[in-house]
């Protein structure tokens, strides 16, 4: 789960070490991170019925990227096709 979450907001573990304990929102969460993957755009799909790639709120979109890829993990999906490499 790090690695997802590593691999899309560009935070560390030491960085989302202090996010957990300082009960980070979302919105804050993705404001603050460091850098969004440039392979965030392979990430489609459909996630609780609406398809990532047409959501219109951006924090709402970064979340549900967040969902999808947390999905294809549940899913037993290899780590490279659920990072794009």
Known sequence: MDTLIFWLTGYDKDALSKIISNK????TFF???????????????????HRVEEIEDKLIQKVRYLDKLVDELAKGKSMEKILRT
């Open 24 to 27: 980070t929102n979302f919105e």
């Open 31 to 49: 404001e603050e991170a460091p850098r969004l993957n440039p392979n965030v755009s392979k990430i489609t799909g459909l996630i609780c019925g």
